[in-house]
Every structure is written in structure tokens, then in C-alpha cells.
């Protein structure tokens, strides 16, 4: 009786942490995407700014 009511109580904890994961990577996953996007670009152009600081002192 008591393995029972601790395999239902595991059981429950299991399906609510199945849900949290589940609903959580949409947001996440926006956001990596969007700092991930303005790092780059700001990286890129700061190459091109120094490329062209190189170029234009000859």
C-alpha cells in the first residue's frame, strides 16, 4: 500500500517536470536566436570597420 502511494506520487512528479520541459524551449529558443543574431552582426561589423581602416592607410 505504501510502494503505491509512492509510485503514483513519483509518477505525478514525473508528468509535471515532462510538462515543464516541454513548454519552456519556444521562448528560450527565440531568445538564443535573436542575441545570437546581434552578436554576430555586431561582430561583422566591427570586422568590416577595421577591414576598412586597414585598407584605406595604404
Known sequence: ???DKEIHELKERIS???NQ???KPQAS???RFSL???VVLVVLLFLIGIFQFISSSN
Open 16 to 18: 509535471f517536470l515532462e
Open 1 to 3: 500500500m505504501e510502494k
Open 21 to 23: 520541459v516541454q513548454n
Open 36 to 38: 545570437t543574431f546581434i
Open 29 to 31: 529558443n527565440k531568445l
